[in-house]
């Protein structure tokens, strides 16, 4: 009884040591923290979850109520507490948790998660301006959000919200921690004046926020014509292209006669996109018009500044427009002439045509030049470089001949090819376009199968080689000739040449006379067909042996195999693609 005791007795001492030790650590205790979350305006915030996390492990969490209020109990220590409800920013808050610091958290502010901002928001703009501005949208939350648009303006004003590439919208998604722009376009109106207010409102999850503009409008003088630039560069000898917008601001249709103003030996004329000349245009209300305005610089104009005017006369009034031309004085000017813009071709034959490069400017330049075509099937080659580029210097005055060689694969396809011939300088260029006819292809093929011929020292041996007309032109003038004989052996060929139709085989007959002395051996003899600028090469293998046995036999075989490999082979070699 009396050892039961004591054994009662230490443990209880222990536990009560335990309890002591643990509460002087702070287990076993928690203490109480309390606040109110709000918004920017001090508005109480509902349903905000208020978390403790601890080494990045979530602790303990609650939920504010109706009046923002939260309270939360956790054991002493070092914590980080985030205040969040979707919409709004995250707010993050380091929590030292100790006996002395328990209690009220104060008041927590939350802000709104997204921020609609723009580089400007107060311009001075014009009667008729078209104005774009960048919006960026950031979501500082932890949710991807939804924002919606809306824009509060004037009636009269035409404004809308795009995205990069002009498709309109009315809501975006921002990602969590991201950003975007959309771009806010305006039109203000003719009749637009003073200071006018208008606003962007940017809303989500029940949260708002609004981004004012505030534009002075000044009246604008009406520039019915206007040019992209009041100033542009030219050179003697130049012909400018220049576009121009004619516009009709006013509420009611009009008719303008539309004339230019350009300095003594310039040339000037008005077109529409068609090339088509144009001196009378009518608009309806507020439509506009692209048209251009094409100018010829005399080669003796001399170094300067030369204004041009644009006049819109309509209703008994004139509108002017002016535009600055300033001359250079050091230029290059390329003049790109072909001695021909057809050429007429057939498939496997080939033809060059000189490419003439003048350079009318007053200063040295180097000339690249470019030859395209739309079709694989046409080889271009510059002398200048053997590559469908090439370059050279070009003093002031000089002129420079160089020859393009088109080469119509044997394989091509009947019909019209364009190839785009370009010379580039240092301040001009130049560009003409050849039109190449392939009206149909020369082509012969040997038929024969078995390049083997056998004969004995003494003897003359006979081959006949069969060529087919396998084009669409007659071939007029269809050889033979041997490229490689061996030593001593005399040949002979019957007939001198071919013509065949489309279609047709004809064949040569082939006299090899065999030395007395030629040894027992296997001896090439090498050949090419021509026939109207297409060629053709075989081997004739030629074995010569003194009498037939086994092992003749079995190189006769050997042989054969050969033979067959390099016709196949010489075939391959005139399959397109292969």
Request: glycine share 8%; hydrophobic share 45%.
């Given at each position: 009884?009396?050892?039961?005791?004591?054994?009662?007795?230490?443990?209880?001492?222990?536990?009560?040591?335990?309890?002591?030790?643990?509460?002087?650590?702070?287990?076993?205790?928690?203490?109480?923290?309390?606040?109110?979350?709000?918004?920017?305006?001090?508005?109480?915030?509902?349903?905000?979850?208020?978390?403790?996390?601890?080494?990045?492990?979530?602790?303990?969490?609650?939920?504010?109520?109706?009046?923002?209020?939260?309270?939360?109990?956790?054991?002493?220590?070092?914590?980080?507490?985030?205040?969040?409800?979707?919409?709004?920013?995250?707010?993050?808050?380091?929590?030292?948790?100790?006996?002395?610091?328990?209690?009220?958290?104060?008041?927590?502010?939350?802000?709104?998660?997204?921020?609609?901002?723009?580089?400007?928001?107060?311009?001075?703009?014009?009667?008729?301006?078209?104005?774009?501005?960048?919006?960026?949208?950031?979501?500082?939350?932890?949710?991807?959000?939804?924002?919606?648009?809306?824009?509060?303006?004037?009636?009269?004003?035409?404004?809308?919200?795009?995205?990069?590439?002009?498709?309109?919208?009315?809501?975006?998604?921002?990602?969590?921690?991201?950003?975007?722009?959309?771009?806010?376009?305006?039109?203000?109106?003719?009749?637009?004046?003073?200071?006018?207010?208008?606003?962007?409102?940017?809303?989500?999850?029940?949260?708002?926020?609004?981004?004012?503009?505030?534009?002075?409008?000044?009246?604008?003088?009406?520039?019915?014509?206007?040019?992209?630039?009041?100033?542009?560069?030219?050179?003697?000898?130049?012909?400018?292209?220049?576009?121009?917008?004619?516009?009709?601001?006013?509420?009611?249709?009009?008719?303008?006669?539309?004339?230019?103003?350009?300095?003594?030996?310039?040339?000037?004329?008005?077109?529409?996109?068609?090339?088509?000349?144009?001196?009378?245009?009518?608009?309806?209300?507020?439509?506009?018009?692209?048209?251009?305005?094409?100018?010829?610089?005399?080669?003796?104009?001399?170094?300067?500044?030369?204004?041009?005017?644009?006049?819109?006369?309509?209703?008994?009034?004139?509108?002017?427009?002016?535009?600055?031309?300033?001359?250079?004085?050091?230029?290059?000017?390329?003049?790109?002439?072909?001695?021909?813009?057809?050429?007429?071709?057939?498939?496997?034959?080939?033809?060059?045509?000189?490419?003439?490069?003048?350079?009318?400017?007053?200063?040295?330049?180097?000339?690249?030049?470019?030859?395209?075509?739309?079709?694989?099937?046409?080889?271009?080659?510059?002398?200048?470089?053997?590559?469908p580029g090439g370059s050279f210097y070009l003093l002031p005055g000089e002129t420079r001949q160089v020859n393009l060689l088109i080469d119509a694969l044997q394989y091509i396809t009947p019909g019209t090819y364009e190839v785009r011939i370009y010379a580039n300088g240092t301040t001009s260029s130049a560009e003409k376009v050849l039109l190449v006819e392939?009206?149909?292809?020369?082509?012969a093929e040997v038929v024969n199968s078995n390049f083997l011929v056998v004969a004995t020292p003494g003897s003359v041996a006979l081959y006949r080689i069969y060529v087919n007309n396998t084009g669409t032109y007659q071939l007029n003038s269809v050889t033979l000739r041997v490229d490689n004989a061996p030593h001593n052996f005399k040949v002979s060929i019957?007939?001198?040449?071919?013509?065949?139709?489309?279609?047709?085989?004809?064949?040569?007959?082939?006299?090899?006379?065999?030395?007395?002395?030629?040894?027992?051996?296997?001896?090439?003899?090498?050949?090419?067909?021509?026939?109207?600028?297409?060629?053709?090469?075989?081997?004739?293998?030629?074995?010569?042996?003194?009498?037939?046995?086994?092992?003749?036999?079995?190189?006769?075989?050997?042989?054969?195999?050969?033979?067959?490999?390099?016709?196949?082979?010489?075939?391959?070699?005139?399959?397109?693609?292969?």
């Amino acid at each position: 009884m009396g050892a039961s005791r004591k054994l009662s007795s230490l443990i209880l001492i222990s536990l009560a040591l335990a309890t002591a030790f643990f509460a002087k650590l702070g287990y076993g205790q928690s203490l109480l923290f309390f606040g109110r979350v709000t918004d920017t305006q001090l508005n109480p915030i509902k349903g905000a979850e208020v978390a403790v996390f601890s080494n990045n492990l979530l602790v303990t969490s609650v939920t504010t109520d109706k009046d923002g209020n939260f309270n939360l109990r956790i054991p002493a220590g070092t914590y980080v507490l985030r205040v969040y409800l979707k919409g709004y920013a995250p707010r993050q808050i380091l929590l030292v948790a100790t006996q002395e610091k328990a209690g009220s958290l104060g008041t927590i502010v939350l802000e709104p998660a997204i921020s609609i901002y723009a580089e400007t928001t107060q311009l001075t703009v014009y009667q008729g301006d078209f104005l774009n501005f960048t919006i960026r949208v950031s979501n500082k939350g932890l949710d991807p959000l939804t924002v919606y648009f809306k824009l509060e303006k004037p009636e009269s004003w035409v404004g809308y919200i795009a995205l990069s590439g002009g498709l309109r919208v009315d809501n975006i998604v921002v990602d969590a921690g991201a950003e975007r722009a959309v771009f806010l376009n305006l039109r203000v109106p003719l009749n637009a004046s003073g200071e006018v207010r208008i606003s962007l409102e940017a809303s989500w999850s029940n949260l708002t926020s609004v981004l004012p503009f505030v534009f002075t409008v000044q009246p604008k003088k009406w520039n019915i014509v206007e040019f992209p630039a009041v100033s542009i560069g030219a050179y003697p000898g130049a012909q400018l292209r220049i576009p121009m917008q004619v516009t009709n601001p006013f509420s009611v249709d009009m008719d303008f006669l539309l004339s230019a103003s350009v300095p003594q030996g310039w040339v000037a004329t008005i077109i529409d996109a068609n090339s088509l000349s144009v001196s009378a245009l009518a608009l309806p209300p507020r439509a506009s018009k692209q048209l251009f305005l094409i100018l010829y610089v005399p080669p003796g104009a001399t170094v300067g500044k030369y204004p041009v005017y644009v006049y819109a006369d309509s209703a008994g009034s004139r509108y002017i427009a002016q535009l600055e031309v300033s001359v250079e004085s050091r230029f290059d000017l390329l003049n790109l002439t072909l001695t021909s813009t057809r050429l007429n071709l057939t498939g496997g034959t080939s033809s060059s045509v000189p490419v003439i490069v003048r350079n009318d400017g007053n200063m040295p330049t180097v000339v690249l030049l470019k030859a395209v075509t739309s079709t694989p099937e046409l080889r271009l080659t510059f002398s200048v470089s053997g590559q469908p580029g090439g370059s050279f210097y070009l003093l002031p005055g000089e002129t420079r001949q160089v020859n393009l060689l088109i080469d119509a694969l044997q394989y091509i396809t009947p019909g019209t090819y364009e190839v785009r011939i370009y010379a580039n300088g240092t301040t001009s260029s130049a560009e003409k376009v050849l039109l190449v006819e392939v009206t149909g292809v020369r082509r012969a093929e040997v038929v024969n199968s078995n390049f083997l011929v056998v004969a004995t020292p003494g003897s003359v041996a006979l081959y006949r080689i069969y060529v087919n007309n396998t084009g669409t032109y007659q071939l007029n003038s269809v050889t033979l000739r041997v490229d490689n004989a061996p030593h001593n052996f005399k040949v002979s060929i019957q007939p001198d040449k071919l013509t065949l139709l489309p279609g047709e085989t004809g064949y040569f007959e082939i006299q090899v006379f065999v030395p007395s002395d030629a040894s027992e051996s296997v001896y090439n003899l090498q050949f090419t067909v021509e026939a109207d600028g297409v060629s053709t090469t075989r081997i004739l293998l030629l074995w010569v042996r003194y009498e037939t046995g086994l092992s003749f036999i079995v190189l006769m075989g050997s042989l054969v195999f050969v033979s067959f490999l390099l016709v196949f082979y010489g075939r391959r070699k005139f399959v397109p693609g292969a």
